[in-house]
């Protein structure tokens, strides 16, 4: 069998679609998210990637945080016996009760060497510990410097099988304007997805420049959106200060309700049109060794835990989950 390696790259709140006809007053655009931004043309990496893989409309049916997220991403379960405690941000780390997809590669595969790279809370004692190298800082490290150790670590084990890439700061871009002018990377949606396209492409850059592109698969997943424009988003913006008047270029968190609905502004009520935007996760398989026949492929519905399933089916992983291969 010729030589496939899989590099995974995790992006913290990062919605990858949203609700039908929805338009940002600020930006004259949809909602920040990955398929509208790069059909817009703002997100040239992303756009080569979907262009040339399999995009998911892909959904979170679960806890829509990061501790739930990065354990759905990972095991491919919604169900786990590790359950959120009074700290559900520390509890979840107490026992990863399930396969990963991590620890399961290295059964299939030995011989070939799986790390991680990202922030601890989910590395050392999360669900992305991995067998051969796991390294991890604190919340909001920079992006920047976790990606250098991680191709460090692949420059010196070229022998590398999987490699986890896990992005943080994206996740800062919670109870935020959607657009702000000249904003820097974090401060706002609009700036800071156009800011983490170029991180995708030194990936991809990096991959090709050592000829390992041709023999890899690249996953792009994420743990959840965010709420823009629906009822929570407006309840958590009134709670906050925010004016009635910005109302409409305000980003909250990913707090619950996750169900949401889209908020008419002129009537300024919420609609019968459903949102669910904390829900919306990003869902995409490329690489150059996707086969063509895959390429600018769109399935609509997908989930969280069909994540994990599908990186063990493409990979010839041995593999139990709750979720489905996709692909």
């Not at 990496?45 to 893989?53: E, L, P, Q, S, V």
């Not at 700061?169 to 700036?191: F, I």
């Not at 669910?276 to 989930?303: Q, W």
């Amino acid at each position: 069998m010729k030589k496939q390696r899989a590099f995974i790259l995790i992006l913290d709140m990062l919605a990858g679609h949203w609700v039908k006809d929805s338009i940002a007053p600020a930006t004259k655009l949809p909602p920040v998210n990955v398929l509208d931004y790069s059909e817009a043309g703002l997100l040239p990496a992303f756009k080569d990637t979907i262009d040339k893989g399999v995009f998911v409309h892909a959904w979170n049916k679960g806890t829509c945080n990061t501790p739930h997220g990065q354990k759905y991403l990972a095991s491919g379960t919604y169900k786990s016996k590790s359950v959120p405690g009074v700290d559900p941000y520390w509890k979840m780390l107490e026992g990863a009760d399930c396969e990963t997809i991590l620890s399961a590669c290295k059964k299939s595969f030995p011989e070939g060497k799986v790390a991680g790279f990202g922030s601890d809370a989910w590395m050392q004692s999360g669900w992305w510990k991995a067998p051969d190298c796991t390294m991890g800082w604190g919340s909001y490290y920079s992006d920047l410097l976790t990606s250098q150790h991680c191709f460090k670590w692949m420059l010196e084990n070229p022998d590398w099988n999987m490699a986890l890439l896990y992005l943080a700061q994206y996740d800062k871009t919670g109870n935020c304007p959607l657009y702000k002018k000249d904003a820097k990377y974090t401060e706002d949606k609009h700036h800071s997805i156009i800011e983490l396209d170029k991180y995708l492409w030194l990936v991809k850059k990096f991959l090709q420049e050592k000829g390992w592109w041709d023999e890899t698969y690249l996953f792009i997943g994420s743990d959840h959106g965010c709420h823009y424009g629906c009822d929570v988003a407006v309840k958590e913006g009134r709670k906050r200060g925010i004016p009635e008047k910005d109302l409409q270029n305000y980003c909250s968190n990913h707090q619950d309700p996750y169900d949401c609905y889209v908020w008419d502004f002129k009537k300024n009520k919420a609609s019968k049109t459903k949102s669910d935007c904390a829900r919306r996760v990003t869902f995409m398989v490329s690489g150059g060794k996707l086969p063509r026949k895959y390429h600018g492929e769109k399935i609509n519905y997908g989930e969280i835990i069909d994540f994990a399933p599908t990186i063990a089916s493409m990979m010839g992983i041995k593999f139990k989950s709750d979720g489905k291969p996709l692909i």
